[in-house]
């Protein structure tokens, strides 16, 4: 099948590049090009494409405000392309929380480019992102209620997207408190992730019992933003994980961009190490959801629920799987409400998770059970 793109960006050079680097692919069409975000909004009405590449700065009308736009008259899947700083970092979250549903750095500036993975990450988030219209719309209007809020409370992994799962899924909407003992909760993410951990974390109470992990795949520049805004967004304090600092119960600790997050200690005394680890080609993701998850069962065995939302790939299965034999809970998000059902795919295709749970009620589950 073939799927049509619009791409969206100022400078005649990257318009070009980007369609050289999307057409590698035969299945793979750029159907016409948009010079600010006012020309996107008449292009995607006219030519519906399947997917849209969308820079930020731009005349006439800046792409978040293009997006927001978009997504509110003809959803489609928005790609968008970020600087590596700390403005651009607030601007993709920004772009996120208007709609679009992934993002990409802009390393194409220099055609000579040795890095022969930008083609490559480009053409697959692609090929992921365009299976998924649906639900759009609505996670837009959710995070737009939770910006306005008041506060009282990347390497490329080469599978794009798990097999089926064979058996049909137990997908719950609510939870009957079991009674277990936990002692953390620990949440894994990827693509569609920083929409789902806003969701995900809003309806917690500040009086959030245990500490809360989160790995999310993300640029080391870009995690500090998305922390403080997190914490905002959030009732539990949120914070960027430092090397050294003690794990307190009821912080959210966000594993740093381009580093791993361990932990070492006891449950009742357990201390966060930030460190680098040599990639020995098994390590595809700088934070791991698996590497953190598997020294949460060395601390807090199965005294924990574990949480593995929209992803590609299929990071989080091993260590889940190392955590449900030591009698953790293990819980994964749905295929309709993922934006890519690859990591909570791959980890329900294993057996190892118990339920899918819709991103609507995932977390009035998480209180249900554990508060």
């Known amino acids: 099948m073939n799927y049509t793109v619009l791409v969206v960006d100022d400078s005649i050079f990257h318009r070009r590049r980007l369609k050289e680097m999307i057409e590698e692919d035969a299945r793979l069409k750029v159907i016409d090009a948009a010079s600010n975000g006012k020309e996107a909004i008449l292009k995607a009405k006219e030519l519906s494409p399947d997917i849209i590449t969308m820079d930020v700065e731009m005349p006439v ?41 992934d993002f990409l750095l802009k390393e194409f500036d220099n055609k000579f480019n040795p890095d022969k993975d930008v083609g490559f990450k480009l053409r697959s988030k692609i090929l992921t992102l365009v299976r998924k219209r649906h639900t759009l719309k609505r996670q ?63 309806v917690l109470p500040a009086s959030f019992p245990y500490p809360i992990f989160l790995v999310q795949h993300m640029p080391g520049s870009f995690t500090e933003a ?11 304090s949120v914070k960027l994980a430092k090397d050294g600092e003690k794990v307190q119960p009821g912080v959210a600790y966000l594993a740093p961009g381009g580093r791993q997050m361990l932990l070492k200690g006891t449950s009742s005394a357990c201390t966060i190490r930030i460190t680098d680890i040599e990639d020995d080609g098994r390590i595809l993701y700088k934070p791991s959801v698996d590497l953190t998850f598997f020294d949460i069962a060395k601390v807090y065995g199965g005294d924990v629920l574990a949480l593995i939302l929209t992803g590609m790939g299929s990071d989080g299965t091993e260590a889940c799987t ?47 059970e554990m508060v």
Not at 79 to 94: R, V, Y
Not at 154 to 160: S, V, Y
Not at 346 to 363: F, G, P
């Open 61 to 101: 009308l800046d792409g978040i405000s293009a997006v927001k736009q978009i997504m509110q008259h003809q959803p489609v899947p928005i790609l968008m392309f970020s600087s590596l700083t700390a403005e651009g970092a607030d601007q993709t979250l920004d772009a996120l929380d208007a709609g679009a549903v």
């Open 140 to 202: 837009t209007r959710d995070i737009a209620k939770l910006k306005n809020a008041p506060k009282t409370f990347i390497r490329a992994e080469k599978t794009l997207v798990t097999a089926p799962v064979a058996e049909p899924v137990k997908i719950i909407s609510g939870v009957v408190k079991s009674g277990k003992t936990y002692k953390c909760l620990a949440i894994g993410a990827s693509t569609g992730g920083p929409v789902a951990l806003q969701k995900t974390l809003a």
């Open 322 to 368: 190392r955590l449900k034999r030591l009698g953790a809970t293990i819980w994964a998000q749905d295929e309709k409400s993922s934006v890519v059902y690859g990591m909570p795919g791959a980890v329900t295709k294993a057996k190892v998770a118990q339920v899918n749970i819709d991103l609507e009620h995932i977390s009035q589950c998480i209180k249900s």
């Open 226 to 236: 998305f922390a403080q805004r997190l914490n905002q967004t959030s009732n539990v």
